[in-house]
């Protein structure tokens, strides 16, 4: 049986997890190729080669728009927007340290050291970064995804990982999950981050998802109406049921996308089972984190 394990030493965003699946071998053209079956408008996707603590993997980001922008990196710092029901991801995704190559995917599969991706949907919002981008409701994002293209198996496993995380929204906001709102920078990169990763988890043919134990960080987030100690509530809701511990890290390493990917795919959570390792990736996070390498470790393998 083909298993991915990943260890999730560093914690895991929705930007790790695609970058790790990418390193594992999913080309970026096939994820830009699916990602432009969701009617979202112009896109930009970078996969970069970089290295956190010298551990070298790929870093995936964003942004709204044909052309290329070089940014700073941006963490999201802790946009948690609480009372109104709005879903933000914070902590890893998404940062863009853009490099030099350029693959239009759509025409041919370039595999260059840094490679970025350029998708053309249907409503043309040009813009740079994520400006232009609507916020949407989880309503709107599962009918956006419902109604596309994409495989049966991608539309499921993406429906039930936004579910999670909109039933965790709705129950710390006092809403419904339908009303729950991506916003901007949340709403792209969150479907980005989530389709992906169930594009690249089928392409890879895996059958079973297996996981570390999880590890959080301490310490506290900013939100809308002040500060909140991690985990972040949305994250620690996903996580119901499965094992979690803090460590010494001041920083949040789980992300309630990672989070909601993991409960979504996790058939176990523990140390690494007797596997027939084929290949190893990491996905690169933003922050350079003084005591381990900011990356997720996923490893393919035979049980």
Known sequence: MKILFFDCFSGISGDMTV????????????????????????????????????????????HAGATHVKTCDH????????????????????GHD????????????????????HGHGHDHGHGHGHDDQPSRSHAQIRELILKSDLSPFVKERS???????????????????????????GALDS?????CACVGIEALGVEAVYVS????????????HGRFPIPAPATLEILGGIPLRQGD????????TGAAIL????????????????????????????SRPNVLRAVLGEL
């Open 191 to 195: 479907i980005a981050d989530i389709v």
């Open 159 to 185: 429906t039930a990982i936004f579910q999670r995380i909109a039933v965790a929204e709705a129950k710390i906001h006092g809403t419904t999950p339908e009303e729950v709102h991506f916003h901007e920078v």
């Open 19 to 62: 970058g790790a699946l990418c390193d594992l071998g999913v080309k970026p053209s096939t994820l830009e190729w699916e990602l432009s079956k969701l009617d979202l408008g112009d896109f930009h996707m970078h996969f970069e080669r970089e290295k956190r603590a010298e551990i070298e993997g790929v870093k995936f980001g964003i």
């Open 249 to 256: 890290e001041t920083h949040e390493l789980i992300t309630p």
């Open 213 to 224: 134990e999880l590890e959080e960080g301490r310490g506290w987030i900013e939100c809308a």
């Open 263 to 290: 409960a979504e795919f996790g058939k176990h959570f523990g140390p690494m089972p007797a596997l027939r390792t084929q290949r190893i990736g990491y996905g690169i996070g933003t922050r350079h984190l003084a």
């Open 75 to 94: 963490e999201h710092e802790h946009e948690h927007e609480h009372g109104h029901g709005h879903a933000h991801d914070h902590g890893h995704d998404h």
């Open 98 to 117: 853009h490099g030099h190559d350029h693959a239009h995917a759509h025409a041919h599969e370039h595999e260059h050291e840094h490679e970025h991706a």
